[in-house]
């Protein structure tokens, strides 16, 4: 796959969250709680989203980038819309960017590019669940049950594009502007869970109580990014030392690479479970909106 560490310590995070979801699902099957097989669609979906994610998918090229443009100084990926490719080209031509904040926003970009894969993997399994349920003749409670099942798709699609549009108008005003310094939180999927908080149903209370959680979710965040660019320095001076022939010095700094591995491993697992939990909560008091 000739995936950087970071990449594959990434990739190991996702497998993890993707077994422990097959195996709940795999006891819920047992129990006959998932009859409709919503369920296991979803995990189908979220493991194509994986594979696209780290090229493998058997198409080439389609891994988002695993290194950011600033480490060789130019980008490692497309991202493969002419609208967001000319946000870009704007933004590193303004002068409005330290090389710090262009590296955030380079992660804003391929984070947006991301959630683009999904909506569009989530639009075709609809699209494809759509053309069976046409294809039916009698009408049954089955069929009444995939009815509400299409239904839960077509809301999942409705707040994926919200966030979609939201994120791309965020870009543009970040692009055009520069970062606000005022701004509350900088993690672009911070950014996004809070905007989305502020349209679901919740009190105030409720709000203030999830923008607090949202500050410890950046925190966890931010430390993973520091394990994550400790590992990959650990990686180039793996690298080196092993042209050196020093074997004492190798074994120490190969200690050292695991010993950071696995952390941005644990810590990445966390990161990405405590997402979902987020992104769950709002889901929900999206959907109460729209009872």
């Known amino acids: 796959l000739h995936l950087s560490a970071v990449k594959l310590a990434e990739l190991h995070s996702d497998l993890k969250i993707q077994e422990k979801d097959e195996l709940s699902w795999k006891k819920l099957k047992a129990e006959g709680l998932d009859e409709d097989g919503e369920k296991e669609a979803k995990l189908r979906r979220n493991l194509n989203v994986i594979m696209t994610k780290y090229g493998m998918n058997g198409k080439k090229d389609s891994q988002l980038a695993d290194t950011n443009y600033i480490k060789d100084g130019t980008e490692s990926d497309t ?25 955030k926003l380079w992660r804003e970009f391929k984070h947006h590019k991301e959630k683009i894969h999904e909506y ?31 239904h839960n798709k077509h809301r999942e699609l409705k707040d994926k594009l919200r966030s979609i549009n939201q994120g791309f108008e965020r870009l543009r005003k970040v692009s055009h502007q520069g970062y606000d310094t005022t701004s509350e939180f900088e993690e672009p999927r911070v950014i996004d869970l809070w905007d989305m908080a502020k349209s679901a149903n919740f009190t105030e209370k409720e709000l203030e109580s999830f923008r607090e959680e949202l500050k410890h979710f950046e925190a966890k965040i931010e430390k993973h990014h520091h394990y994550q660019k400790q590992l990959e320095i650990s990686h180039q001076k793996l690298k080196h030392i092993e042209g050196t022939g020093d074997k004492d010095h190798l074994n120490r700094n190969k200690e050292k690479y695991a010993m950071l591995e696995e952390k941005t491993k644990e810590l990445g697992y966390k990161v990405k479970k405590h997402l979902q939990d987020l992104s769950s909560r709002i889901s929900q008091g999206l959907q109460h909106n729209e009872l």
């Open 79 to 103: 991202l493969d819309d002419p609208r967001l490719e000319k946000l870009w080209s704007k933004a590193k031509t303004s002068g409005k960017f330290s090389d710090e904040e262009l590296d």
């Open 120 to 150: 569009n993997i989530l639009l075709e399994t609809v699209s494809r669940t759509e053309d069976i349920h046409k294809n039916v003749i009698n009408p049954s409670e089955e069929n009444l049950v995939k009815e509400e099942i299409l």
